[in-house]
């Protein structure tokens, strides 16, 4: 398995492919396609993340001292950003999870991209991220 520092170069790779940015939203939105569909049950008031606009819900599991998400939103751009959080957070140790620095956003451009709400919402899914992280780290310990 990839290192989180290995998939946000990847990501970085990616975005680096397209010359403008109505090319790396339509990426972004394809990335929102990968996502595992979540069942009726998960899309629940008790998943929502607090603080984005649009509906994000997300939980976590873990196993073997890894942590894995599992996401949906309402909004096609926030599916795609809560993708690629969960391609590069999702089976790594709540520690690696939670000592992130995720340098892909600043790298991307994402945050100059965004509308202020959404750059809202990008942090409240990182936060919730690595809560669900810590969390599983107290679970486990």
Same mark, same amino acid.
């Given at each position: 398995?990839?290192?989180i520092a290995e998939i946000e170069n990847e990501i970085t790779d990616d975005f680096a492919l397209f010359d403008d940015w109505m090319e790396k939203?339509?990426?972004?939105?394809?990335?929102?396609?990968?996502?595992?569909?979540?069942?009726?049950a998960q899309h629940d008031e008790n998943f929502l993340i607090k603080g984005c606009q649009s509906k994000v819900w997300m939980h976590s599991t873990h196993n073997d001292n890894k942590v894995f998400y599992h996401a949906d939103s309402d909004a096609?751009?926030?599916?795609?950003i809560i @993708?690629? +959080?969960?391609? #590069?957070?999702?089976?790594?140790?709540a520690d690696?999870?939670?000592? @992130?620095? +995720?340098?892909? #956003?600043?790298?991307?451009g994402m945050k100059e991209h965004l509308?202020?709400?959404r750059t809202n919402g990008l942090f409240a899914m990182i936060k919730q991220m690595k809560m669900d992280a810590l969390a599983h780290k107290s679970q486990t310990a």
């Open positions: 398995m990839s290192t939203y339509n990426y972004l939105i394809e990335q929102g396609d990968t996502l595992a569909p979540l069942s009726e096609a751009i926030t599916k795609g @993708a690629l +959080l969960v391609r #590069v957070l999702s089976g790594h140790t690696e999870i939670i000592n @992130a620095e +995720l340098t892909f #956003v600043d790298r991307i509308s202020p709400n």
